[in-house]
């Protein structure tokens, strides 16, 4: 099987996961031809967004801490993992001539004092960089061939949009096979830094957070693996937050599409445009475990073969948001109303996470993060009260309740069913919205409800005896 395994930074932080790390790619590559993805070491991405910060507010001291920081985090790591004095050696020479670039390039940064978006995505793809030489010396160690690319190596090609960069991916796909194909016939397992490629001019670009998993679906696709599995610290896609509802189950299957929508809520946080490259190809992608390796995970397929069973499949919560309801009696019967609304906020950097809007279309409501509330109650009230608003109600810390499974679809009563389960505990329902797909029934409740809501919804819908 052509198999493409991604690691996650939590999955790679200690010289002992790294370790049994190698060991499972070594056992798996017995049967098996692997690629190998890998995101930064924990916490690594982060010190390098600090770096960022500490060169804008020129606290150069702060900079030269953090990179200390990541110096001695990856040499420990290298110290500890590599048994083999020739090969730790080597890591180590490589990792300094890493570590001058990155002080260099900070030193670059805090002369100029500025961080553009290319230098930003030049100093992030260092977490990358450096891990990806730590797993592959650790698959070395263990007496099994294996070489470490950048995504600019491997053959990333992408456009210029520093930051939140998109794959070129005709000229990616024969890159890639290129890169791929020669060390296959080799017999060399590939270990390719995620996150990151480069633009055709050459300068790294990134996905933006969590890109690793979009890079694994690009290469995944590209030389048509058989199956991607996204190794992490959760052992899949769950019926519910474990923290809240006890019983919460693992989802043995569902479909890249109810995969999507889990995506954006679950505790498994994956990059969202991560399913895109399979949803034509169709490759099958298991997320999983890599502390708990003997647990399949969930498999996540275009058609899996349990979904219809299910009406819902999972319920899960977003806290911590602002509903703004918007009014004015203007606003009825006045087209590009809801257009300027959603152009002022939009031009304000205003993420809207939820919309709604009766048909006598006298108002509007929005949900927001409360991080992003004041901005946008300010710029609203700026730009457009006595204009077109005549009124806005502001709520601040309300959950956003979400009902995920494609068997809702045409399925009679769901509506019912949770209502009702919210009446009988007596929670307030303040907004709510479905998407004809019916892929997904959100509503929106107090902050201090959300428990009580998704564990009365995991009782009514039975999800403990899924699967
Ligand atoms: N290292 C990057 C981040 O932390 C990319 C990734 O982990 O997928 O966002
Ligand atoms: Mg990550």
Known sequence: MKLLLKYGGTSISTAKDIQNVAKHIQSLSKQNQLVIVCSAISNTTDDLIEISQSIKKEKKKKAGQLVKKIVSRHQELAKHIIKKSQIRKKLLQTLNEYFAELVALIDGMVLLGEVTPRSMDYLLSFGERLSIKLISAAINDLGKESVSLTGKEVGIVTDSNFGESKPLMDTTRLRISKTLDSLFSKKIIPVIGGFAGADQHGHVTTFGRGGSDYSATIIGSCIKADEIWLMSDVD???????????????????????????AMFGAKQIHPRTFEPLLTKKIPMKIRSSFNVKNEGTLVTSSPSLSSKNTVKCVSNISHNGLIDIRGGSMVGTPGTAATIFTTLANASINVMMISQNPSESSITIVVKNTDLDKAVSTLEMELLGKI?????????????????????????????????????????????????????????????????????HNEFELSKIN
């Open 389 to 457: 608003i005549k009124k806005l109600e502001v709520t601040t810390n309300m959950a956003i309740i979400a009902l995920i499974g494609s068997g809702m679809r045409g399925t009679v009563g769901v509506a019912s069913k949770v209502f009702g389960a919210m009446e009988k505990n007596k929670v307030n329902v303040s907004m709510i919205t479905q998407g004809s797909s019916e892929l997904n029934l959100a509503f929106v409740v107090k902050n201090s409800d959300a428990n009580t809501a998704v564990k009365a919804l």
């Open 236 to 262: 899949g896609l769950m019926t519910a937050d474990p923290k809240i509802v006890k019983n919460a189950k693992l989802l043995k299957e569902v479909s890249y599409l109810e995969a999507i929508e889990m």
